[in-house]
DNA sequence: AACTCGGTTTTTTTT
DNA sequence: AAACCGAGTT
């Protein structure tokens, strides 16, 4: 059969086997996507399932719409009847089909980060809670919650301890009863609401594992409890179910990822049957024995091997940078070099980041290299002010209990409605146990309201009241552009004529060409169509190889992606790895990961770069190399020295005037001005240590020491009086 | 009561 | 660097 000639053994027979659950456990670039994808289009050429009947979980939106169309190259058109999706996309469209059963309606809007903040944010407010963290610490917290299936009523009794804790699950509380209220659901109800649907409707749960006779999963090591939880149920005998991941990319660990998870199908799934896949295919012996080599130091691991037929390859470049800036220019030239001696298109060469913060000058330089880029994520399009504006209007067209949005929108464009009024309202609505919106009906009755202000919000109902009755009449294309033009927000921006407003105009005007874009291919498209597709959009959807440009990403974004030529970016302490707690082991395991993620994104060739010197919240951090950088075999590693050879850094003077003119004072002693990373220092009281990192200037200059017998201390270089050795 | 300006706080990574 | 908050202004 022709499908499986494109497999080697080992992914043959995970292919082939079809009986019971099934695990794949393989290390990065080994074709684990590929066994999936052909293992569906075997599944359908073989007849053994219906394409309604295969439910196939993709990390992201983008992975899917791949597979899919992977799967209708591999055996036609029918193909697209798979359900493909990530969890959310696909159990939100469960939701919409099931949402009276759990007292909702079916235009629900879905709550993104940003959202779910806000909510917290009100809440607070509303409480009148005094608190110490912030709002979106709290989020963090109650969605952590939510992740590990921990009910409000059960955090109340049993968790919460001290009155903070106390006062978290107040908020808890409120949060949960203000989000159902607002006929509105955040990323992780989205998972958890299946489960509660099952767990009522054991027929509702019993139709669907008849529906989804085939389950696979990718990317497993990223699955959340309330995700395992769900596939748990959806299996049962009849069912049959494949996982596929590598233990070494679990990188999503701070939003509930368990790599348990892994471990724990064996046990939890009858008669389990292991698979592994030893060849890469995509890397060079080198970058894989450097990827080893770093991997190593983690402690636990399922044990793996990986080996390759491919060429040994270049040795990683090292690039020592000065600072952001130079990093950034360094890399477009180094970009240009690659390309043309490689014969790569522009679309072969990636830069990562651990942080998106780290895309400013990164962009800058290519910009002034003249060399096309994209970032990718991001700030994404629509987590953009006035994006999530025009959203706004849309969804509180499509669901007029979604207070957050109503909100959001209440005051914007400036129709002079302040918080004064809206607090009035809010508290009037809770007193007769209404929607606001429904206050705004009645907005005469609400008394504590001045009357011009009256007048107001009564305008702005009647705007709403009439945009929603033409839902029926005007195309969601249609729709939308009226209701901008009628707010005027374009002209505001296009007045204001600033940068940053043009750049916006821009925005909205590519915001109204997508949504025409989306009723041309679908001529009855609603606005809750629309919102339920832009809800769960995420920032590597909108990535596309074919694109001349050079992609710009988190390494997090990277995850199942390849390149031919990759940058790591801002390799420093601090920054990669970000924030390592010397106590948290497990948390520097997971940057670890990152790293081996990042690395094993290239094809053939990696270059590391760090910088000395970078701005972080608005100072001068000086930072040591990654500790990941040593630990990289050092046979793989090529250190280049990139000061001084480009023609913007030729004009400056040598790299170490640059250093100490930019990080320390003119009237420093000679002992301060000495101060650098690595240096081994004296202390009064702490004895002997090593300099980790420098940061800020003048007076305020603070040094972090890693002190032999007192552990790491932050001081202040003024009063430290810390002596080299 | 809303708006405006300046000072303060707050920072990963994202479905 | 950007969002947020609060005092002073319209
Ligand atoms: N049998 C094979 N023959 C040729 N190429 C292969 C084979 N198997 C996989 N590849 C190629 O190897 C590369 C990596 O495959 P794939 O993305 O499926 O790996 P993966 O295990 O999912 O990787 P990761 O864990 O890093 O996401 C792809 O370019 C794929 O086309």
Redesign the pocket.
């Known amino acids: 059969m022709k499908l499986l000639e494109n497999l080697n053994e080992a992914q043959r027979e995970a292919v082939e086997y079809n009986k019971t659950p099934h695990m794949i456990v393989a290390g990065a670039g080994s074709g684990k996507t590929r066994v999936l994808t052909y293992k569906i289009a075997y599944v359908l050429k073989e007849k053994m399932c219906e394409p309604e009947n295969i439910l196939a979980l993709t ?2 939106n983008k992975a899917a719409n791949e597979m899919k169309e992977r799967i209708i190259e591999l055996v036609g058109k029918k193909a697209s009847k798979i359900w493909m999706g ?4 696909i159990f939100a469209r469960i939701l919409r089909a099931e949402s009276e059963k759990l007292d909702y309606r079916p235009n629900f809007s879905i709550y ?2 940003e959202d779910s903040i806000s909510l917290v ?1 009100n809440i607070i407010t509303a409480l009148n809670l005094n608190i110490d963290l ?1 709002p ?2 709290i989020h963090h917290k109650i969605s952590h919650f939510k992740n590990h299936m921990i009910s409000v009523d059960e955090y109340i009794e049993h968790i919460a301890k001290t009155s903070l804790d106390r006062k978290i699950g107040e908020i808890y509380k409120e949060y949960e009863i203000r989000i159902k209220e607002n006929n509105s659901m955040d ?1 992780d109800d989205l998972l958890l609401k299946p489960i509660e649907l099952f767990n009522k409707y054991p027929r509702v749960l019993q139709h669907y594992r008849g529906q989804f006779k085939y389950i696979l999963v990718d990317e497993f090591q990223d699955t959340n409890h309330a995700q395992y939880e769900l596939i748990q149920m959806l299996y049962n005998r009849l069912v049959k179910i494949c996982v596929v991941g590598d233990d070494a990319q679990s990188i999503y660990g ?2 509930g990822a368990d790599i348990g998870n892994m471990l724990n199908f064996e046990k939890d799934f009858p008669k389990t049957k292991i698979f592994r896949l030893e060849q890469n295919y995509r890397s060079t012996k080198t970058i894989l024995k450097a990827a080893d080599s770093l991997i190593k130091n983690n402690k636990d691991q399922i044990q793996k091997t990986l080996w390759t037929d491919n060429p040994d390859g270049d040795k990683i470049s090292l690039m020592r940078c000065s600072d952001e800036k130079d990093e950034a220019f360094q890399i477009a030239r180094r970009i240009k070099k690659e390309i043309t001696s490689r014969k790569l298109k522009l679309s072969d060469v990636a830069i990562l980041y651990r ?3 780290q895309s400013r000058a990164l962009e800058e330089a290519l910009r002034r290299e003249k060399l096309p880029y994209k970032i990718i ?1 991001g700030v994404e399009f629509y987590r953009r ?1 006035e994006i999530k504006d025009i959203v706004g209007y849309l969804r509180v067209l499509a669901n007029q209990d979604d207070e957050e949005s109503l909100l959001r929108i209440m ?1 914007f464009p ?1 129709r ?6 809206i607090t009035k309202m809010i508290e009037f609505a809770r007193r007769l146990n209404l929607t606001l919106f429904q206050t705004m009906g009645r907005i005469f009755e609400v008394i504590e309201v ?1 009357e011009r ?1 009256q007048k107001n919000v009564k305008g702005f109902k009647q705007f709403l009241d009439k945009y929603i009755s033409l839902k029926d009449e005007l195309s969601l294309s249609e729709l939308t552009s009226a209701m901008v033009d009628e707010l005027g927000i374009l002209r505001m921006y296009k007045e204001e004529n600033s940068a940053e407003s043009m750049q916006r105009y821009a925005n909205i005007q590519e915001l109204l060409r997508s949504i025409q874009e989306f009723t041309e291919n679908n001529k009855k498209a609603t606005i809750d169509d629309y919102l339920a597709e832009v809800s ?1 959009i ?3 959807d909108q990535f596309s190889e074919s694109d001349a440009v050079i992609p710009l990403m ?1 390494v ?2 990277a995850k199942g992606l390849e390149f031919p030529v990759v940058f790591l970016t801002g390799c420093e302490e601090d920054i990669f790895p ?2 390592p707690k010397f106590d948290e082991d497990a948390r520097l395991e997971e940057e670890r990961r990152l790293f081996y993620v990042a690395l094993t994104r290239a094809k053939e060739k990696v270059i590391i770069t760090y910088a000395r010197s970078r ?1 972080r ?2 100072e001068v951090a000086y930072q040591a190399r990654s500790r990941f950088i040593e630990e990289l075999d050092p046979e793989t590693v090529d250190e280049v020295e990139g000061i001084g050879k480009g023609r913007s850094r030729r004009k400056r003077k040598s790299y170490y005037d640059e250093f100490y003119q930019e990080g320390f004072d003119e009237d420093y002693n000679q002992e301060r001005r000495s101060l650098r990373v690595g240096s081994r220092v004296v202390h009064e009281l702490f004895g002997q240590g090593k300099i980790l990192a420098i940061n800020g200037q003048g007076d305020m200059q603070k040094v972090s020491v890693d002190f032999e017998e007192h552990g790491t201390k932050h001081l202040l270089v003024k009063f430290a009086n810390l002596r080299l050795i």
């Open positions: 990390f992201t990530t969890f959310h996309s993104d980060r944010n912030s979106s610490a990323f701070w939003r942080i998106n913060a994520g002010k005051n400036q002079g409605i302040g918080n004064t009024s001045k202000i769960l995420s920032g590597i988190t997090h974004s970000l924030n701005y919240f608005g």
